[in-house]
Structure formats: structure tokens, C-alpha cells
């Protein structure tokens, strides 16, 4: 469960939030520059609000008031942004386990055969990224966030570069990812679509706000 009360604010802009997401899959909707990747960069805590709190699972990412400040490495938080930004020196074996290598065993959930089949990558193990399609280099950056074992995943527009075509194809393995290993999601996107697909719980980033969607 994620709870946010928070205000932010940077020259012209400023967001603010007061809600709670609590389903397995929370959709944020919004036009480009509406503020949706600013919110995900708050809860990652690559952005510090001004004011207010961020909780996952009832501990404070941020409080202002108490002074409590998670830094993002300690978050364990899962990000897989637009462009899956992979490490194009590294094969993609490496890749998958960039975060995985890490964390400390203990912390370890899933295993990197269990996620390579889930996501029908091992016949791309031993590629680079420079050799990867836009939909492959996305299975590649979810696998590596899962891999990292959050306790939330946020996915920032990941399917907004693909055709529709490629984003048919990479949508079910959102929702496989969920079924198999139960990490929240926050998808953030401006196509309606895909959140129907994925879930019937979305809100709206519009005028500076995150509510509840029309």
C-alpha cells in the first residue's frame, strides 16, 4: 500500500497528492508535462517534496514533519522507465542481474531462470542491447527490475516508445509478472487503453493534481 500526502513545488510547477493506491496494479493517466513521472520520481526519491509524506506498506519514504528521508538506494523500489534504459556494454544476462547482484541473498526472491522463462528472454542472453528490438530491450529492463526484488515496481510510459503492434505483445507480460510474483504496480502512461487493459483502478495527474479519474 502506498499513501501519499504531499506537496511539491519547482520554479512554475508544483503537484500535490493526497491518496491512497492499494491495488495490485494502480494506473496514472495524464498528458505529456502533466506531472506523472515528477510523482514517480517522488516516490523513488530521486525528488524530495517540500511538504507532507510517502509511505509503502506503512514505513515513511519521506516525512517532512518527522524528518525522515529513505535515500532511493534504500527504497527498494523497481524502475523500468520508456526507453528501459540498459546498459549497453553488458550482455543481457548481465543486465538481468545488475540489481540482483546487488542485494543480499536473504533478500532474493526470485530465481534468474525463473524470470528469464516467464518472460521468454533466453534465446537473448548472451545479446547486447544494441542488438535488441524496442519490445525485447523492454522484457529485458522489467526482468531486471523484477529480479532486484522491490516491493514496488513503478513503470514510467515503458510501452509509449513501441507500435501497437509491440505493445500488444509486451502488455500480458504485466500482468504475467503480477500473477507470478505478486509485486504492486504503479504504470504510468497517456494511453487509456493500455490501463484498461491492465486494471480498472486509475487516477488522473491534471492540474497539478493527482485525483481520482473522471
Keep these: 500500500m502506498l499513501e501519499l500526502n504531499f506537496e511539491f513545488r519547482r520554479a512554475d510547477f508544483s503537484l500535490s497528492a493526497m491518496q491512497v493506491l492499494d491495488t495490485p496494479i494502480t494506473g496514472i493517466l495524464g498528458a505529456s508535462g502533466s506531472g506523472k513521472s515528477t510523482l514517480l520520481a517522488l516516490i523513488a ?9 510517502i509511505k509503502l ?8 514533519q518527522a524528518k525522515i528521508w529513505v535515500p532511493p ?3 527498494h523500489i523497481g524502475l523500468v522507465f520508456q526507453d528501459g534504459q540498459l546498459l549497453p556494454h553488458l550482455t543481457v544476462r548481465n543486465n538481468l542481474l545488475y540489481g540482483y547482484n546487488n542485494i543480499l541473498a536473504a533478500q532474493r526472491r526470485f530465481r534468474l531462470e525463473v524470470i528469464v522463462e516467464l518472460l521468454e528472454i533466453g534465446h537473448l542472453l548472451e545479446r547486447r542491447p544494441g542488438n535488441l528490438s524496442g519490445g525485447e530491450k523492454q522484457r529485458v529492463a522489467l526482468g531486471r ?19 501497437e503492434r509491440l505493445k500488444q505483445q509486451i502488455l500480458p507480460f504485466f500482468l504475467r509478472i503480477y ?6 504496480m504503479v504504470y504510468v502512461t497517456h494511453a487509456l487503453s493500455e490501463l484498461q487493459y491492465l486494471t480498472d483502478c486509475y487516477f488522473q495527474v491534471r492540474d497539478g493534481k493527482l485525483m481520482a479519474a473522471d
Design 179 to 184: 500473477a507470478e510474483c505478486k509485486i504492486p
Design 57 to 64: 506498506n506503512g514505513q515513511p519514504l519521506c516525512d517532512n
Design 145 to 163: 527490475a523484477v529480479l532486484y526484488s522491490p516491493e514496488l515496481l513503478l513503470l514510467d510510459e515503458p510501452l509509449s516508445a513501441l507500435d
Design 45 to 53: 526519491g530521486l525528488l524530495k517534496p517540500q511538504q507532507g509524506f
Design 73 to 75: 538506494h534504500k527504497r
